[in-house]
Structures are given as C-alpha cells and as structure tokens.
C-alpha cells in the first residue's frame, strides 16, 4: 500500500513523551512516533506497554510529565485541535440512559458539531455501522458488538480529519469486523487519517500502511510493512537430499536439514533474480538436486511482534509492563 | 453554548430516567394536595377538604393569623421539613452516582477528549446536578403558590424565594458530594461522607442553637435576679426609713438576698462555662455552610411581611402580642426562672438574635464553604489522570 502525503506533513508528530505516574511508574519514557496524514497506522504492544497512555496524552485524557510535537499541526494538548479528531476508548462506556441516537447527538454537540447537521449526520452513520434499526434503543440494551458499532460511528459524528480508535473490533463478531474494517478504508480513501490501537495482529496487518510496536514505554519500531520486513525477506529452497558441499560458505546462503532426507536452504534476499542462479546450480550439480518447492517468505506482523518483545540477548520475552 | 445546553439536556434525560426523581415528584404533590385541602372559614379552620374543622377565634376567613399560619406551615413544615429534608435525602441519593459514573473509566475518555476545557466541563456538570432540585422546587413551588392565592386570594410571590433558597441550601452538601465523588469515584462513599456531613452540620447548629438559647435564658435570669434584688433593697430602705426594722424582717430580707445572690453568681458562672464552649462553636460554625439559617430566611421574610412568624402563634401571641421588657417586669426572678413567659421571651430573643444576622452573610459566608470545596473538587478533576 502506498500514502500519498506532503513529506513531513503528519497527522502526529510526537517526540520525547515521557510520563511518570505517582507511585514512579515509568509508562513513557520518550516516544517518538510519526504519523503521516491519510495512512492507517497501526499501534501495537504487549499489555502495559504503554500504548493507551500515549493514546490518552494524545487525548487529553492524561497529562504527560513531557511531551513535545503536534496533532493536526497543533501542539498536543490543543484543546480545540480536538474538534477533528474522533475517539474510541478501549471500554467505552455511553450513558446508560440514552438511545443509541442520543448518544451519537449528545457527543456530537460536545464535539461541537452544529444542531441541524447532528440529525442528518447520525442517520447516515447509523446507516453506516448498521445500527439503525436499534437506534432508539437504549444503549443499555446493546450487546458489546452494537456498542462497538455505536462507538464508531460517534468517532465519526465530527467528521474528524483524524480518528483514534482504541481496540474498535474488540467484541465485535466477524462480520462486524469486517464491516469496520470497510469503514476504515473508506476513512482512507476520503483523505482522513487513521490511529488503530489493536491487539489483533492479523487485521491490523490487513489495513495498515504503517505501524509501530512499542515496548516497555518506548517505540521498539515503526515504518511500513515493508520496510520493518526487508531485512528478513528470504527465499525458502526446498531439495531432495543432503545440501551441497558449497551451501554454507556465503552468509546469504545456509541449509536446514529436514525430516524424509529433505533440506529446506535459505537464500537472504527479497530479489526474485537472485534466486534464479542458485536454481540453475542447483541442476548442474552432480548429482543433480531435485527442487522440491520455491517460495518467497516475509515476516508477518506476528514475527514482528515477537522479535520486538523477544530480548535479543537471552532469547526470552521481555517483561510485561512498563519498566519502573 | 452548544456544549452547555447538550450537558444539561444530557442531565435532564439522565435525572428523568431515575426512579427516585419520579418518586419525589409524586410526593411533593401529595404534599400540595394537602396543603391546599387547608381552608379558613367565618368560624376557623377546616382540614382535608373540610372533613376536620377546628372552630378557632383568632385564625379564621380574613384575620391575620390565617395567613401567618398558611404561609408559616409551608415555610416552617413543608419546607423546612419536606423540601430541606426528606427531598433533600431523596435528591443526595439520587444524584449522588453522577459523579462517579462520570468520571468512571471508559466513560471520561469520551468527553474529555472533545473540544471543552476540563474546568469548563466540571461548572457545567455541577451546575447541571443541581437540575434535580430546582425542577422539583420549581414545580413544588407553583402547586402552593396556586394554593396561596386560591385560599388566600393573594398571589405571593414570595413562594417563588423557596426555589434559590432550597437549591442554594442543597448546593452546600451537593459540594461536598461531588468532591468525595471525584476523589474516591464511589457513589456509596460520597452518599455516606454526604449523609455523614448533613448529620454533623445538623448537630453543630443544634448545639449551637442550644448553647444560644441557655445563654439567653441565663441572661434573663441575671437580668430578672438584679431587679429582684433592687427591688428587695428597696423595700428594705423604705421599711427602714419608715419604721426601725424587727430582726425577723431583716433576717428573712438576709435571706432573700442571699438566695438571689447566690443564684445569681451560679448563673454567672453557668453563663461563663457557656461563653467557653459557645465561641469556639459559633467560629466552626461560622466557617461551616448555614443550612437551617438558609431555609429559616424563607420564614423571615414572610414574617417581614405579615409583622408575625408561626413561631409567634407558638409562643401564645395571637391574644396579646408582647412588648420588649414586659415579659422580665411581669415576674420576679424566681418566678420568672420557671415561667411559661420565660421559654416565650427567650424564643423571642432567640428569633431576634437569628434575625440580626443578615442574609448576606448566612448565604454568602455557606457560598464561601461551597466555594472552597467546589475548588478542590475542580482541582482534583483538572490535574487527574483518568
């Protein structure tokens, strides 16, 4: 997927948050984080690493010990900056009280949005999340799916030229999911830019220009899939028999003994031409290796993942939580 | 302007969605229905749509009493003790989770992150809890403000001061509701720290109350033991002038002034052990929100109206309104130590005494203790981490 963006126009452009709870909670210990208008950026992280910190300093929901850097162009913290923005908090919790209708109009009004476009708005957005049906019923009566799908559409209700969705699929069956997921990439096509906190990897994968993994209060990486995944891309050779004798003398190249008298070789390279010479020697070697199967291999988000949380140094996952 | 009306728009939905407000709406009308099956007649005053009638020479159709009492059983007992009371336990209970719930996770994200400053969004907030009572005041109010005219054939609009007072006198506790509600997030915390408050301040002005009525009553006394004693020097230097003395007239003379004294000086002393114990109280609760004082102005100004309170009527005042020395000259100090006119004359003082104090001060001094806890409650919610 590629953004078309204005370089160095971001929709966020934090640096140098940190923030110390009561108790010395160290939860954010200087995150830099960019994210460019009209991407889906994805954010990711063991629990406790501080994402929802990061998502409540953005939202004013927290005050940051520090915190330098924009949202919107507008320093973070700018109270009417949040005018365009839209919010999903994890665990959102609407007024008991209120229809799903009232509740959109109520959010709408604090978020500033004038009285003869609330009405029109909420119809079409009901229409959007398929709620309209349920709309003048109490939001008590809700299962968790229908709260979620309210949810979205009140982040909406603003037209906001950013929304922050914290876990939006949380709860939310399959259909629902990919409802959601259609809503966000129309949100992309319409020029509107995307802050996705989520716990599943896959569907993050699935929509994300860029994404980034923070740990222990801190970004471990960012950037787009690919260019978190270059390094690792491969080529995966399979054989029939033991590797041959020059397997192994060049770093690019090694083998991997498999069970049936097969050999997996790993070639380190995301260029299609270079796997072609290692086919062509692979034949014209005496006796010749019979290729079982060839097939390009990139990391997924989950091997991502993992490599992050993973201390390269014992090979075991890093502590959950912020460090203290 | 669009955030503050959705606010109290929101408020509204969410106090009409509570039981108990419905609960006391059907009350105070009850309460209404009452009042206004109270009707005066050529002959008295009849009850419940005339199904008890009491014959009564000084309240009936046309006298003053009539309306002193009418206007004084919804100022003293409909007020003071449905509004300033049992609605006022209903409305602590009810609104007392608005807090809580709204600063509770999940729910404070979403409006916090709009476009509205924290400090703005807590007055609002605050202010559109005390929505409660002063929709309910409000309706209450117009029910016995057409009950007074009706029965009366006066429209007084004086009723309608219930409305600022009663929600005035609840804001004071509403304060202390919302900072514990803020701070702990419990409703059942701050109803009982709430509840807890109410029932201190009632004490302290209780006490306070109690202590400024033995005082006056001691200063009766001292004031009624120096004209006996006068009195009974002056008999002596008359008898002595006349005649000389027999020993047993002076010797019962002696006597007479020795009682005097002697309780008199015990009465110095009683007066003194108050004077201790009342200034340290009267600060406190100086310091602290007047309550009773608040819902006592509505009976003030009606009595600035009608000349005489129910209280008045109480004391046995219908007959022979009092003048300001009669009741000490009426009686000597032994008598007057446990007379009916005592108890009538330091009520009377007592009234005084609560009159002196002016509005301004019993409002704004409470508006004071609000204030302050208003700003730590803001405070906390301002530089919280939700």
Known sequence: MTVAHANGDFAIDLRNVEKMYRGKVHALRGVAMRVHRGEIFGLLGPNGAGKSTLVKIMMTVVHPTRAEGTLLGRP???????????????????????????????????????????????????????MTDWANKKVSSYSKGMMQRIGIAQTLM????????????????????R??????????????TVFLNSHLLSELEMVCDRVAIMVQGQVSMQGTMHELTVDSQRYEITIDGAAPEWVGMDDSLRAEPLAND??????????????????????????????????????????????????????????????H | MTQALAIFIDAYRELNARKLFWITLAISFLVVIVYGSIGFDETGVSMMYGLWHVESEFIRAGTPWAKVLYLGIFSEFIVGLW??????????????????????????DLVLSKPIGRLRLFITKYISGLLFVLMQVTI?????????????????????????????????????????????????????????????LFGMQLAEG??????????????????????INARMA?????????????????????????????????????????????????????????????????????????????????????????????????????????????????????????????????????????????????????
């Open chain 1, 158 to 177: 603003n037209e906001p030229d950013l929304v922050v969705l914290d876990e939006p699929t949380d709860g939310v069956d399959p259909v629902g999911r």
């Open chain 2, 238 to 386: 008359e008898v002595s002038a006349a005649t000389q003395p027999s020993e047993a007239f002076k010797t019962r003379t002696s006597e007479q002034l020795d009682i005097v004294t002697q309780r008199k000086d015990k009465t110095h002393a009683a007066l003194a052990t108050l004077d201790r114990w009342h200034g340290p109280i009267g600060v406190i609760t100086d310091l602290l929100p007047k309550t009773d004082a608040t819902i006592g102005l509505l009976t003030r100004w009606f009595k600035e109206d009608e000349k005489y309170s129910i209280l008045a009527m109480v004391r046995g005042e219908m007959e022979s309104p009092p003048s300001e020395e009669a009741a000490v000259e009426a009686d000597d100090g032994e008598n007057f130590r446990s007379g009916r006119q005592r108890d009538a004359e330091v009520s009377r003082r007592m009234e005084k005494e609560t009159d002196a104090v002016s509005a301004w001060w019993i409002i704004g001094s409470s508006l004071g203790f609000e204030a302050v806890v208003f700003g730590l409650a803001a405070w906390i919610f301002c530089r919280r981490d939700f």
């Open chain 2, 83 to 108: 509004l300033a009371w049992a609605a006022t336990i209903l409305a602590i209970i009810s609104t007392t989770s608005i807090f809580p719930e709204f600063v509770a996770g999940g729910s404070i």
């Open chain 2, 140 to 200: 209450f109010c117009v029910g016995v403000f057409l009950c007074v005219g009706l029965r009366m054939g006066e429209w007084r609009w004086m009723v309608f001061a219930a409305i600022p007072l009663v929600t005035v006198f609840f804001s004071y506790l509403y304060s202390v509701n919302v900072l514990v509600g803020t701070w702990s997030r419990s409703a059942l915390s701050a109803l009982l720290v709430t509840m807890l408050f109410w029932f201190s």
């Open chain 2, 210 to 231: 109690l202590m400024t009525n033995f005082k006056i009553g001691a200063e009766l006394q001292i004031e009624a033991d120096e004209k006996s004693l006068q009195r």
């Open chain 1, 76 to 130: 973070v913290g700018h109270k009417p900056t949040l005018g365009k923005v839209g919010y999903l908090p994890e665990h959102h919790r609407f007024p008991r009280y209120l229809t799903g209708r009232q509740a959109l109009g109520f959010y709408a009004a604090l978020a500033k949005v004038p009285g003869p476009h609330r009405k029109a708005r909420a119809e079409a957005l009901l229409a959007t999340v398929g």
């Open chain 1, 262 to 323: 097969q050999t997996k070789l790993v070639l380190r390279s995301a260029e299609p031409g270079a796997v072609q010479p290692l086919i062509d020697r692979l034949r014209l070697h005496s006796p010749p290796r019979t290729i079982i199967s060839i097939r390009p291999v990139r990391e997924t988000l989950e091997d991502l993942f993992m490599r992050a949380v993973t201390d390269p140094l014992t090979g075991r996952s890093l502590a959950p939580g912020a460090k």
């Open chain 1, 179 to 192: 409802d959601i997921r259609d809503v966000l990439v129309k949100l992309k096509e319409q020029g509107k």
